[in-house]
């Protein structure tokens, strides 16, 4: 018993945080240097050289893709917080690029720019991080109903 003569409570939910730019995908920052980049004549010549290295600028936007997929993973695995809806908005993120390189491999107008190898790895990386994302948010979810709020 505490001192007040109540059992203790342990508050699991937390604070979610964040404000509406939680439900901004990470993804979005990916896409936006990938626009940025597409002026690059060889996206795949040396960007960056240190010592022996020599990282160009797609290895270098993998690398960010990467990153930042987990980053949104952990976005969504905090037990007993619905975030469902950030999620979502991964899984939008990624349809939407797939999309832009299906219309870009049908060689329609300007999205020809997403009709690379580049863009759809970079898709690919962003839908199963958002694929991943949703099971994780789902497992803690129902662990979290499993095991109640005591």
């Known amino acids: 018993m505490s001192e007040h003569g109540r059992d203790a409570h342990i508050d699991v939910h937390g ?69 469902t809806w950030e999620a979502l908005t991964m899984v939008g993120m990624g349809v939407l690029q797939l999309v832009l390189w299906v219309l870009g491999a049908a060689k329609v107008g300007v999205f020809s720019v997403f009709s690379t190898s580049e863009f759809l790895e970079l898709t690919f990386i962003s839908l199963a991080a958002a694929i991943v994302a949703v099971l994780i948010n789902a497992r803690t979810l129902r662990r979290t109903i499993g095991v109640g709020d005591n």
């Open 15 to 83: 604070a979610t945080g964040g404000g509406a730019l939680r439900y901004i995908p990470y993804f979005l920052l990916v896409f936006v240097l990938y626009l940025l980049g597409a002026a690059i004549k060889d996206p795949r010549a040396a960007f960056i050289a240190l010592g022996a290295y020599k990282l160009s600028w797609v290895e270098i936007l993998l690398i960010l893709a990467a990153v930042l997929s987990l980053l949104e993973q952990m976005k969504v695995s905090h037990p007993g917080i619905d975030n």
